[in-house]
């Protein structure tokens, strides 16, 4: 998946001693036919059925059935194999700045863009590993473009040594370019009590229910009250 975030160091150290880093990701830079994308990419999908992380996205969404028939809208769609699901339970869209995916159904939606550049609201608002991207203002700026939806479903790294460690466990079993950018994926990640904060958010408008899975995912999610 393609995104643009600022790439600038670390926002200080929290009790699990790990600094959150945003740095580049190799597999943003790359083009989508390359062979190690192809690669990377397959050793995602393999990573996010282990952690479980499209299966609970799917039933927090599938928990709203009146808010996913508003509309449900995935940043960061990438390959859209979470978002085909989605479709199953209202109109859909991805958001990303990749081309549309072959075989994508024509009737989800797709937007080839910038994210932090997004006009659109709708019922549920998704996120996949995505937002660790961004940092500061940019993280700010996706807050107040995400207050257009009524619910938010996001997954990200928790950011722990823990994390870390089940990351490293997977480096025989990943290709290079995943071995870089799952580490430094868990560095931009996210401890309990940070996203609403880094996002802006209004903790008197929005119910805000968040959970740390041993896994290594932050699965996080905001209703508007």
Known sequence: MAIRGTCAGGEGRDAGG?????????LDDLPTDDPEARASR??????????G???????????MPRLAR?????????????????ASLGP???VDRVERPAGLPGEIGWRRGDVLEEDSGGGVLVANLFLHHFEGADL???????SRFTAMVVVEPWRSRL??????????????VTRHDLPVSIRAGFRRGELAEALGLDRGRWRISERIDPRGGLR???VRG
């Open 70 to 86: 508003e509309g449900i809208v995935e940043w960061g769609a990438g390959s859209g194999d979470l978002l085909e699901k989605l």
């Open 140 to 146: 700010r700026r996706l807050g107040g473009r995400a």
């Open 220 to 222: 996080w999610m905001a």
């Open 163 to 176: 994390a870390l460690a089940l990351g490293g466990a997977m480096h025989p079993f990943v290709g290079r």
């Open 18 to 26: 790990v600094r959150r880093i945003v740095e580049p990701e190799i």
């Open 42 to 51: 397959a050793d995602l999908r393999r990573i996010n059925f282990l952690m």
């Open 92 to 94: 859909a869209t991805g």
């Open 53 to 63: 992380n499209e299966r609970w996205i799917l039933r927090r969404v599938r928990s």
